[in-house]
Each structure stands twice: as structure tokens, then as C-alpha cells.
């Protein structure tokens, strides 16, 4: 074996299998391809890192042998101090914060695939943008927002000499944003109601049904994220206290934030947090069957099996479903669009007011119980 490739692989079993120590391995292997001279210089530093700190900037390289090193890190400066939209501007620290996220999605489904920045192609557009597609509303321009992302990317790797043709510039131009927002997804009151029946806890329940009672019921209650769902850990549930809550931690550009959990949603959550009592306190909340986070997929599968069950006629399971069902019903209730954006954690208006125009205008002054 290369000795690199061991040195490598005895980081990568001692750290977790870091994206850092997985890219590096890539790169190294470089899909049997002739290193180009900075990857050899990279690989001669990389030695010297073993055992010590990773920040690539300590050593003083250039652009491109960041960029090779640690692409995370390198992207995010790039944002910060070179990259611009298409007015020219800088993009504003939000933009930059999620710019990384959708960055990082990417990178992780390269290293998925066994490749780098330099190598991807077409094929390997085409597998993502597929698992985009099948994540994301019908009509949202997400897919779209990726492409012009990788599209810059690549045409600022060719600038630096680490790309020789740009995969995502034919598909970029050919793409059109949407000229219309997509349909807002909600369930109408009597589909809720549906739901809110489904979600209470019984005592043949099995440990499947248990946890998907308690996500849905979670979902249902607080209007949470699924990233926030799924990173839950199982002490930011509180409901053995007069006022049942959910703290939800920071994730990229949502603000830490503790909601407070509709009734109908805590017998569901006692009960899952009744059997699910192993590990400690900073086990996951919602764990996957397998270990580890639950995926979109899971949650898209799982809801779609909740509507089947609960006769609701809806094009699929989707948790945005339930969160703007969520936003409605607080709007109903009388809350301000302020009030609800900050129990969704949104820092722009734009969801909100979209939401508020699918009330119809007879009910907006309607009262009801909040949670």
C-alpha cells in the first residue's frame, strides 16, 4: 500500500472518518491519475500534519493548494473575501452561510462517489441534481440555486489551473428560475384534526409506531425544521413541566430558539421519551433504525405512510407540509407574521407573508386555542 494512503487511512480510523481525512484519501488515490505537481507538494505536507493541527493557513499556501487541501475552508474564504453575485456585490453573511451548506452537500456527495473537485463530471451532476430533485418541492428553484453555485465554482477552479473544462456552465445557462413561487403546501383543518388523532399514543403500539407518532407529532406542534428534527438531541424535549417546550439548537442561519409544544403533541412524546432511554444525554432524539441521523428520504417515506393510514389525500409526505400547516394555524390564532417567523426561526419575512396570503380573509381575525 501507498504509504500515504496508510498513513491516511490510520487518521481517518482514529478521527471519526473526518471529511478532511476522506478527501485526503481521495486525492491521494486521485483515481489513478498522475498527481499534478501541487498535489505533490500537498502530499509532503500532508505528512507533516499528521498528529498535528489541520488549518491549511498556517502553512502559508497559495490558493490552489487550499483549495486542494481542505475545499471546505477554501470555499468559505473565497465567499468572504473574493466571490461576488451577479450584481457584482459581495454576498451578505446569510447568503454565505448558506452558500456553505448547499458547498458542503455537494462536496460530501463527491467523496460519496469516490472523486474530487478536480475529476467530477457530467454523470456525476447528474446523480446529484437527481437526489436534489427527489428532496426538494416541485417547482422550487433549488435545483437551479445549486447549479449556478457549482457552475462558479468550477469556472473559479479553471482560473486557478486545478479544473481544464467546466461541466455545470452548458446546464447553467440553459436553466431558467421559476417566474412563479411554488404552491404553498398545507393540510386544510379537517386533514389536521386527522393528524392531531393519529398522533395519541396507544398501548399496543409497537417501538416503529412510537416513534412515528412522536415525530409527527413534533413536526405538527412545533413547526420545527427536519434538519432541526433530525440534529434534536433528546433533553431539548421538555414535557414534564407545565409549559412543554422544544429548544432548538443553532443551525446555519436559524437562530437558537425554544417553541412551545402544541398539547396535542406531548402524550406522543412522553411516550417515546418513556422508551427511549438509551445512552446518555446527548443521544440522538429521533435515531435512525440503522444508528446515526434520520435522512429526508426516511421522513418523506415515513409521512407518506402517515397520510396512507390517516386518509389524507396528499401528493407525498413532506415536512414542509406540516410546518406551514403549523405557521397557518399560529396565524389563525392571532399571532403577528413576526411572532411566527421567530417560532420558525426565519430571519426574512418572505415565508411568512406567503403564508399569510393562503388565510382566507374571513378567518384572519378568527381566534383560536395556541398551543
Not at 393540510?187 to 388523532?197: G, H, I, N, T, V
Request: hydrophobic content about 40%.
Amino acid at each position: 500500500m501507498n504509504p500515504m494512503i496508510a498513513c491516511a487511512t490510520r487518521v481517518v480510523d482514529g478521527d471519526a472518518a473526518s471529511v478532511f481525512m476522506q478527501y485526503w484519501r481521495l486525492q491521494i488515490e486521485d483515481l489513478g491519475r498522475p498527481l499534478r505537481p501541487v498535489n505533490r507538494l500537498a502530499n509532503r505536507r500532508f505528512a507533516s500534519l499528521v498528529g498535528s493541527a489541520y488549518s491549511v493557513y498556517n502553512l502559508g499556501m497559495d490558493a490552489l493548494t487550499v483549495w486542494v487541501n481542505d475545499p471546505l475552508q477554501a470555499y468559505t474564504r473565497w465567499q468572504q473575501n473574493e466571490a461576488a453575485g451577479v450584481d457584482g456585490k459581495p454576498f451578505s453573511p446569510r447568503s454565505i452561510v448558506q452558500h456553505r451548506a448547499m458547498f458542503e452537500r455537494f462536496f460530501r456527495h463527491l467523496i460519496h462517489h469516490r472523486v474530487t473537485l478536480a475529476t467530477f463530471g457530467a454523470a456525476h451532476l447528474d446523480y446529484f441534481f437527481a437526489e436534489v430533485e427527489n428532496r426538494c418541492a416541485s417547482g422550487s428553484a433549488t435545483q437551479a440555486r445549486y447549479l449556478r453555485l457549482i457552475e462558479r465554482v468550477c469556472r473559479h477552479l479553471i482560473e486557478l489551473g486545478l479544473r481544464e473544462h467546466n461541466p455545470a456552465a452548458e446546464l447553467a445557462y440553459a436553466v431558467s428560475w421559476p417566474e412563479d413561487d411554488p404552491r404553498l403546501s398545507f393540510l386544510d383543518e379537517p386533514d389536521a384534526l386527522r393528524l392531531e388523532a393519529f398522533v395519541r399514543p396507544s398501548t399496543a403500539d409497537s417501538f416503529t409506531q412510537q416513534r412515528e407518532r412522536a415525530i409527527t407529532a413534533l413536526l405538527l406542534a412545533t413547526g420545527v425544521a427536519p434538519a432541526e428534527l433530525r440534529s434534536a438531541r433528546r433533553p431539548d424535549v421538555v414535557v414534564d413541566r407545565v409549559r412543554s417546550h422544544f429548544d432548538v439548537t443553532r443551525h446555519g442561519a436559524r437562530p437558537a430558539r425554544r417553541v412551545p409544544v402544541a398539547d396535542f403533541g406531548v402524550p406522543a412524546l412522553a411516550a417515546w421519551l418513556n422508551v427511549h432511554t438509551d445512552g446518555g444525554n446527548d443521544v440522538l432524539l429521533f435515531p435512525s433504525p440503522r444508528g446515526g441521523q434520520l435522512t429526508d428520504m426516511y421522513l418523506g417515506r415515513m409521512l407518506a405512510r402517515v397520510f396512507a393510514l390517516t386518509g389524507i389525500d396528499h401528493s407525498g409526505g413532506n415536512p414542509r407540509t406540516l410546518r406551514n400547516t403549523y405557521a397557518r394555524r399560529q396565524m389563525l390564532g392571532g399571532r403577528s407574521d413576526a411572532d411566527v417567523a421567530s417560532l420558525l426561526g426565519l430571519v426574512s419575512p418572505r415565508t411568512v407573508t406567503r403564508i399569510r396570503a393562503t388565510l382566507p380573509s374571513a378567518r384572519t381575525t378568527s381566534v383560536v386555542a395556541l398551543p
